[in-house]
């Protein structure tokens, strides 16, 4: 994201061709906080985006930060072992191999974790193949024996083909990105296909619990337009598209209070 004076900012043609083919789902609303920061306080309003992996402008931040949370984890784990589990296209149909593959994973922890007496740590990427079979793709905490994954594999319905490679934790940022890539994770999903799943120890994300934000119900342009006069900040996505600005808020005084300007009924709501 890239900030630009306020002056310079145009929300011309990007922001308002985004507009008007989002208008019912994505940027269509604002979430909006007050932020008060070395005793000055102001508003700040950002697109509230609407977090779809098909969105042209979501999904590739969705597949950022996964990568981005992935890399991170692995690191701090040491979930060097990058296991590649296929399956025998005689096993299901290409429409079924979603369901069929995870079934089998499901199985096939269970042999793991009678093998090493506890629940083996993971990360597991689903990859559709030109084919349409699903591949996991999965992160491991300990080595597996490549002998004891393809024998256990097929016994619970999985495919001859596997693989378990041990990446060098200096070269694991690229290792994974070399496989995390936009194609991987946003082609050929339905809409309620998972693309990844996690062992219970593991979480990718924390939900952040700061900050009082409102809903408002109306795209940024609208409101970066009618407060265009106090705004101090604004960031902007590489095509241009207006991200988030702030509005610094005067402090009152015994003759003057500044106020923000009124949103019509209906259309703030706390979240």
Known sequence: MNNTNVMELDIGPSSLDYIKHNRNSCGAWT?????????KTSSRYVRLGCKKWVCPKCGAKKVKRLRHAII?????????RFLT???DPKSCSPEESIYYIKKSWDKFRVYLKRK????VSYIAITELQKSGYAHLHILVDRYIQQSWISANWQAVGGGKIVFITLVDIQR???YLSKYLTKELLLGGYKPNQRRYTTSRDIVLFVKKTTGKWKLIKKPIETLFKSRSSRISETSCDETG???MFEMELLQPTNSF?????????GQLMLL
Request: no cysteine.
């Open 257 to 265: 209070i500044w106020k923000e300007p009124p949103i019509e009924s």
């Open 241 to 243: 598209v207006l991200q």
């Open 116 to 119: 090493f007496g506890v629940s």
């Open 31 to 39: 979430m909006q906080e007050k932020v008060t920061e070395k005793g």
């Open 172 to 174: 694991i940022a690229g």
């Open 72 to 80: 991170k984890t692995a690191v701090e784990k040491n979930m060097r």
């Open 85 to 87: 589990l296929t399956l």
